[in-house]
Structures are given as structure tokens and as C-alpha cells.
């Protein structure tokens, strides 16, 4: 059953270095798992950029994506084993798989990453904005600008560029789908920057909502709880990863693999009428409005 196999507690090991590792994580992230194992059709030929797709929430998008039929195509910052592992197994399962490396904060990255994916497929049916960083502060005196701008320009500008290179590429039933986060909604004391870039994506879900609709191209976001991703040991103490998502209703931090059938469900035609919505997967913690 599956909450025999997902831990409720992790070690209290740390990687020190952002972006983490995914493959020096102890234990490592569930990316897929027998009880989520489907293979359809609803993604047949449409082809998908995940950014941060080479690990953690985006490497189980990123399978997800490629068992109904999607072509994927993953941009990483430098995780070269992970993005490679990634691709190893989407290749393993049948999948097709394009990795682009580079840094999304920059635009002419942006623009040149869209035409690769347009000069090898020709098209672009959907994306998904998933990288992110986060820098934990105890107090704003710690806030530096390098550290603000880095992480605006990762979580927010990443978004806005891609969304801009991809806008005269996208067509009428085409996607878009955003990753904001729980804190977009109740804060975090430590967090400070990083909840501001997922609030400021929660109101960037909602205007391209508006601004796409008439084109017929849906806007929508996915708002994570505490999942367990190489973000986590890579920048909180070993007493915060001790306790981690021992605040929701499941009492346990979410895995990737429970995230993936929300990004699937919001590209296919059975959200065909959803648009400018943000779909909560955080274990039953609660929201403020």
C-alpha cells in the first residue's frame, strides 16, 4: 500500500549545494510507483517542455508525460547526471526525450531553447514551468540583493521569458501550466523571497489566463505542499528535514510521483474548461485565502 512505501521521516543528512542532487539523496525522491503506473494516450504526439524536468517534481512530470505519449523535451540548469538518469528512463519506457541545458533567468536562453524545440519538432503543444530555488533567511538582514534578483529571476523571470518566446508558437488547444506553491497562500517565516516569486506566479496563472483564453490556450497552476524533492536537503537544517511535512492532515511530505496526475490531468482535453485555476496538492494542509 502506499502509505507503507512513502516515508513519513527522513535522515537528517543536508546537501549543501543549489541546485541538489537528486541521486545523493537519501533516501531518493519516488518518481513513479505500481499504484500510479498508467500508460494512455490523453498526451498522443503533443510535445511538452518541463523545465526543471531532470529531477524531483519535474522528473515525475516529465515520465508521467512520456507514458501518454508525449514527447518531452527538459531543460536543467548544470545536473547533468540527473537530467541524463531522466532521459535513460523515458527512453527505457519507449519515450522520446530532449534535454537543453542552460539557465532559464536569461532570455536569449529562453528564446534559443523554444527555437531548438520548434527546429526539431515543429511545434509546441505544452509547457510546464517548474524550476524554482529557494533560499532560506532568519532574518531580513540576510536578504541580499544577489540573493533576491537570483531568485526572481529563476522562479519568476524564467517563467515570463519562456512564456514570451513560446507565445507566437503556441496554438489553439495548446497549454500552460504553471508551479507555484503552498506558500503562495500561507507565507513561510524563512521564505521570504521564494513566497513572494510563487505569489507573484499564482497572479501570473490568473492574467495569462485572460490574456490566452481568446486563442483558445489554457492557463492553469499546480500549488505543491511539502514534497520531497532535491530542493529540500539542499537548503533546510537537519531539523526542519527531520520534521518535514509533519504539518499536513497526512501527517508525511508528499513524492513527486502524487503530483504528476495533476500536471497530466490540466494538459488534456479532460480540462478542456479549466483555465486560470490552481490546483492544490499539498496533503490536506490547510489553505488561507
Known amino acids: 500500500m502506499i502509505e507503507k512505501t512513502f516515508p513519513k521521516t527522513f535522515p537528517t543528512n543536508t546537501i549543501k549545494e543549489q541546485p541538489g542532487v537528486e541521486k545523493n539523496m537519501n533516501p531518493r525522491p519516488i518518481f513513479q510507483h505500481e499504484e500510479y503506473d498508467v500508460k494512455g494516450d490523453r498526451l498522443k504526439n503533443k510535445v511538452a ?9 519535474g522528473r515525475a512530470i516529465s515520465v508521467a508525460y512520456a507514458k501518454e505519449g508525449a514527447k518531452v523535451c527538459i531543460i536543467y540548469f548544470n545536473e547533468e547526471g540527473d537530467a541524463n538518469e531522466t532521459k535513460s528512463i523515458i527512453e527505457g519506457i519507449g519515450g522520446e526525450c530532449l534535454l537543453i541545458k542552460g539557465d532559464i ?34 532574518n531580513l538582514g540576510e536578504l541580499t540583493y ?4 537570483r531568485t526572481f529571476r529563476t522562479n519568476i523571470y524564467g517563467a515570463l521569458f519562456m512564456c514570451k518566446a513560446l ?12 508551479t507555484t506553491s503552498i506558500t ?10 521564494y513566497s513572494a516569486t510563487k505569489g507573484a506566479l499564482t497572479s501570473l496563472t490568473r492574467s495569462l489566463a485572460l490574456m490566452f483564453a481568446p486563442k483558445g490556450i489554457r492557463v492553469n497552476a499546480v ?3 511539502p514534497i520531497w524533492t532535491p530542493l529540500i536537503p539542499s537548503t533546510f537544517t537537519a531539523k526542519e528535514i527531520s520534521k518535514f511535512g509533519s504539518k499536513t492532515a497526512l501527517k508525511r511530505a508528499g513524492q513527486p510521483v502524487e503530483l504528476a496526475e495533476a500536471y497530466v490531468f490540466l494538459a488534456s482535453q479532460g480540462a478542456s474548461f479549466i483555465t486560470g485555476e490552481t490546483i492544490h496538492v499539498n496533503g490536506g494542509e490547510i489553505v488561507n485565502s
Request: hydrophobic share 35%; net charge negative; with cysteine.
Open 49 to 57: 517542455i518541463i523545465t526543471g524536468g531532470d529531477s524531483g517534481i
Open 105 to 138: 533567468g536569461d532570455e536569449s536562453f529562453c528564446n534559443n531553447a523554444v527555437k531548438t524545440v520548434i527546429e526539431k519538432y515543429n511545434k509546441i503543444d505544452i509547457f510546464i514551468s517548474n524550476a524554482g530555488e529557494q533560499h532560506p533567511i532568519n
Open 146 to 149: 544577489a540573493q533576491i534578483d
Open 167 to 178: 507565445e507566437q508558437h503556441l496554438k489553439e488547444g495548446a497549454s500552460i501550466i504553471l
Open 184 to 193: 503562495a497562500y500561507n507565507g513561510h517565516e524563512r521564505l521570504i523571497d
Open 223 to 225: 500549488a505543491p505542499g
